[in-house]
């Protein structure tokens, strides 16, 4: 949903998307700065993906876009 330099406002954000799923805040570090990022989801296919990032850009995120982790199988 979005990357965040504050974690008050990841946190905001976490809450209000609480509706739509999972909501996890992933702290990533960028030279010498963490910053939050907001991620709905895993979601079950492309289709709820899809479902969910129009509500998120609906909500007032619209730089929001899906990605796509790789999962390594055995």
Same mark, same amino acid.
């Given at each position: 949903? =979005?990357?965040? =330099?504050?974690?008050?406002? /990841? &946190?905001? @954000?976490? $809450? /209000?998307? !609480?509706?739509? =799923?999972?909501? +996890?805040?992933? *702290?990533?570090?960028?030279?010498? !700065?963490?910053?939050? !990022? +907001?991620?709905?989801?895993?979601?079950?296919?492309?289709?709820?993906?899809?479902?969910?990032?129009? $509500? @998120?850009? $609906?909500? =007032?995120? /619209? &730089? /929001?876009?899906? @990605?796509? &982790?790789? +999962?390594?199988? *055995?």
């Amino acid at each position: 949903a =979005g990357t965040y =330099g504050i974690k008050g406002n /990841a &946190d905001r @954000v976490e $809450k /209000a998307l !609480r509706a739509l =799923g999972k909501v +996890v805040i992933d *702290p990533i570090s960028v030279g010498n !700065r963490t910053l939050y !990022r +907001v991620r709905v989801g895993p979601m079950e296919n492309t289709g709820l993906a899809k479902l969910a990032l129009k $509500k @998120v850009i $609906k909500m =007032g995120h /619209a &730089d /929001a876009m899906i @990605v796509s &982790d790789l +999962v390594n199988s *055995p």
